[in-house]
Nanobody, 119 residues
């Protein structure tokens, strides 16, 4: 079992910045990919950004050039630096991890953190 703990959400004005953090913990696992998804009211959950074990990143078109995903030195932590935030970025942001544990692939989600962009 892997636990994902997120932090860093909050209220910010348009044009502002926030940094989300997600730390994975557990026993006997290897992270294949970590990412951030978001879900706004009445909308489906969508991928925001992901980073694979080799460092390859992927971003949704709506956040390219504004958001940056990165990993911590321990490789079990992922960050999402969000700059030039817009009201349409308002959503609950979820951390996701695809891991291999005991030769099986598992997918885990964090509890979510609210990001509100409003003046």
């Amino acid at each position: 079992q892997v636990q994902l703990v997120e932090s860093g959400g909050g209220l910010v004005q348009p044009g502002g910045s926030l940094r989300l953090s997600c730390a994975a913990s557990g026993n006997s696992f290897t992270i294949n990919v970590m990412g951030w998804y978001r879900q706004a009211p009445g909308k489906q959950r969508e991928l925001v950004a992901s980073i694979a074990s080799g460092g390859i990143t992927n971003y949704s078109d709506s956040v390219k050039g504004r958001f940056t995903i990165s990993r911590g030195n321990a490789r079990n932590t992922v960050y999402l630096q969000m700059n030039r935030l817009k009201p349409e970025d308002t959503a609950v942001y979820y951390c996701n991890a695809g891991v291999t544990s005991w030769s099986q692939i598992h997918n885990y989600w964090g509890q979510g953190t609210q990001v509100t962009v409003s003046s």
